[in-house]
């Protein structure tokens, strides 16, 4: 690997009530890396369990990306981030101003359009080396529209208004029904991420302050998603509390888990189940519109994936060969209020 990858300046992060760097993460990073080097054709949609670290590594993407030379617009709406590193200052102060007068009135979706516009408009004015980091934006301009905000990145790809050497465009979401629409068309790569591996997450368990259960069981538990680590923390390490934060929060109602109660009893056991072709498409959608399970996973085989793949099977963690639970405390929703009504 080039030195310029391996001197990358890791990025601080706000964690659990502490400031930490960015941990580990290589292979999503190198994966950034191969677009820098060669550009991204066609868009790139990452898509993942809520929580899994996608943020996270976008940021740290902008950085590696920035320090290769490349002009960068990074765009989150829900965690109201904006980043423009543009070599073009007077295009720079435009962005900047348009993206306040936007979110002064509430107008995000606009500022999420208006950044293929501002790519476009940098790419004409001659940026050579431009990345759209473009996080989380489905909720805001609505799903139904994700596949038009792909096929617009693409334009940009496809039909520059200046020559340019390269462009990475990069769109992340958890959103399991964008992934649907946009894998309708042609106009991007959808690469899944998956949790954090274990070597990693372990690196990140390491930080949290003593007392804490020890690492094999936060693991079983989380499945290595970060998100839930810090949850788990900060609910003092009490799983209950943060299994019923999900159950209410995915609306796993009675009537919902009595209506697939059968079904739901297996799928607990082993999340392939969903796979079989008998199951009614009404659950599956239920459960993938929730962000409770990732239904299809791609082959294991690390060039499908950004960053380390999932096991082939671990029903321990809740993961099946095709469909798996976001992470194991996304199953234990389920149980706790199937075992409710039971
Ligand atoms: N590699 C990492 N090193 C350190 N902290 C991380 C890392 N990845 C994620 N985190 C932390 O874990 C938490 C969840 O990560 P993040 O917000 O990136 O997930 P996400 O996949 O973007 O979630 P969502 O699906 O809700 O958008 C955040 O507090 C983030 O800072
Ligand atoms: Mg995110």
Redesign the pocket.
Known sequence: MQSGFAVMRRIK????GLT??????ESALKRVFEWAERGTYPVQVVF?????????????SAELLKDMGFDVIYFNP??RDVLVELGLHDLKRDFLRLVEELSRQHMVANIAWSVIDFARRAVEHGSKRIAILV??IFQDIGISKSATYVKGLLGLLEHPPREYERIVSVV???EGISRREIGKHDWADLKP?WN?GRD?FE??YNLLPDPKPDFEYIWRMTGG???Y??QLYKANWIIDKVVEKIVEGKNITPSFVAKWKRLLEKAVEDPDVLWEPDTPQELVDELIER?LIVYLLSKRDPWFWVDTPPPEKDLELGIGRYVAWQTPLHREAVRKVLEMYN
């Open positions: 992060l706000p964690f659990a930490i760097d960015f941990v580990d993460r993942g369990p809520e929580g899994c670290g996608k943020t996270a590594w976008l940021r740290q829900v965690e996080d989380d992340a979401t958890s991420m954090m990693s690196q990140l998603n970060p998100r680590l810090e962000n």
